[in-house]
């Protein structure tokens, strides 16, 4: 007899889930049990680190990964994580274990009451299988549908029971199933669109998050070359949808409205790809776009091409549909947008503090060209996008809803996902805390992540906000006495703890040329 657990494992294999990110409870130990010696179980001490290193590990591989998580609450542990995963499209198959089947009526304990509600709307779909012999299937579903454009996580709660049972017949048919959604634009509007930008006066090209997720830096790159147009990131941006040492690229744009219309308001048309038409974040009441500028709007998300409040949108395959404008065009006449310029000297700090844009300056000298950076450090965010390059895709990783607690477990999924690359996550004091006991998984499994602590004592980017919003005197804005250094060494990882400049340079070379993980605690200026 095939049992659903063994269809399952057969199942995952097939579709190359056979890392699992988890944290164990009794509802899910009769999915755990004879655990497959082929797969990889990565345990985390809370599911907000479960779910964060899966999420950097679907990301960096570009494909969906599992997780495992506890009934109810572990699902409600990991659903700030899941905040960002949705905002990101990360493709994850999340699963919960359920109380037996039989007995969920009386609600026992680990009873997961009306399980396919509790985690919307943070995830696409959200399941809980009719009958043991329909898991499989809701899980083949759940990965085509974390797989479909725009990909995101789904979740699927299943009785424990299930797992002994007796498979469907014709299982396996699920295991060589593809279903793709990839679609390019009909020739008529490919060629609409390059002419639009051929015609312009001054075009201006907008990249965002499911740029680098398709991997497609290369055709916004050709096209900007062509077009001879400058090139910015959309507010806030995940991942990097352009090559920070690219000639055309401008910066990273502000994420007010008012803001936004102003720096666009030179430009006659606006094309966006792969980002929503915006992403805002403090209140700045102005144009949404400067009065005699088109907009065209190219996303693989339904959802932000209707709530767009400007332009033309087109709903297609990212790559696809830059790969064929960029061919369809031709080279302009118009002359090459000015250069970005160079950021100032870093100002040397009086105190044993180091500025945040000497952290930066640093990295960009020591660090591999090929590096990756994971970013929470939300308040010199600025900084580093003016002061690192970054050129190869997958170099840059940030929490798109902005929910803490992702630095250090996305550093590690990542970081697992891409062995050949070294993962260095930037991470404000703040924000470390939310999620510290990743630091246990990555000396428990050696994963060679530097985590970089800016610690200034304070939630920085709190404290910007406070300015603005003329709320000065509220509680709860610093974070000081925290010994990163005697947290790590705790949970088994090497640190050191630095306040120069030229002690930063030399602990991060030492960092470096290890396999090991390793934090770094560097005492900065308040920004």
Known sequence: MTTVQVATFELLRAKGLTTIFGNPGSNELHFLKGFPSDFRYVLGLHEGVVLGMADGFAQAKRSPAFVNLHAAA?????????????????????????????????????????????????????????????????????????????????????????????????N????????????????????????????????????GTDVDAAAAQRFAANLAEKQALSVWIAPRPARLGFPTTHPNFRGVLPTGMASISGILSQHDLVLVVGAPVFRYHQ????????????????????????????????????????????????????PAPPRRPKPAPAAKSSERAVHPEQVFDILAEVAPRDAIYVDESTSTTNELWDRLPMEEPGSYYFPGAGGLGFGIPVALGVQLACPDRRVIGVIGDGSANFAITGLWTAAQENIPAIFIIMKNGTYGALRWFANVLQAQDVPGLDVPGIDFCALANAYGIKAASVSTPEDFRSVLGQALEQSKPMLIEVTTSIN
């Open 74 to 170: 572990g699902t409600g542990n990991a659903m700030g994580a899941l905040t960002n995963a949705i905002a990101t499209h990360s493709p994850l198959v999340v699963t919960a274990g359920q109380q037996v089947r039989t007995t969920m009526g009386y609600e026992p304990m680990l009873t997961n009451v009306d399980a396919p509600s509790l985690p919307r709307p943070l995830v696409k779909w959200s399941y809980e299988p009719a009958s043991a012999q329909d898991v499989p299937r809701a899980l083949s579903q759940a990965f085509h549908m974390a797989s479909l454009a725009p990909t995101g996580p789904v979740y699927v709660s299943i009785p424990y029971d299930d797992w002994a049972e007796e498979a469907a017949d014709q």
């Open 172 to 207: 396996e048919l699920l295991n060589a199933r593809r279903v793709s959604n990839r679609t390019l634009l009909p020739a008529d509007e490919i060629e609409s669109i390059a002419a639009r930008l051929k015609a312009a006066r001054n075009p201006v090209l907008v990249v």
């Open 283 to 334: 209140h700045e009441p102005g144009l949404i776009i400067a009065d005699g500028t088109e907009l065209i709007h190219i996303t693989c998300d339904p959802a932000e091409a209707a709530r767009a409040p400007v332009g033309d949108a087109y709903v297609a395959d990212i790559a696809l549909t830059l790969e064929a404008i960029a061919e369809l065009a031709t080279r302009t006449d118009r």
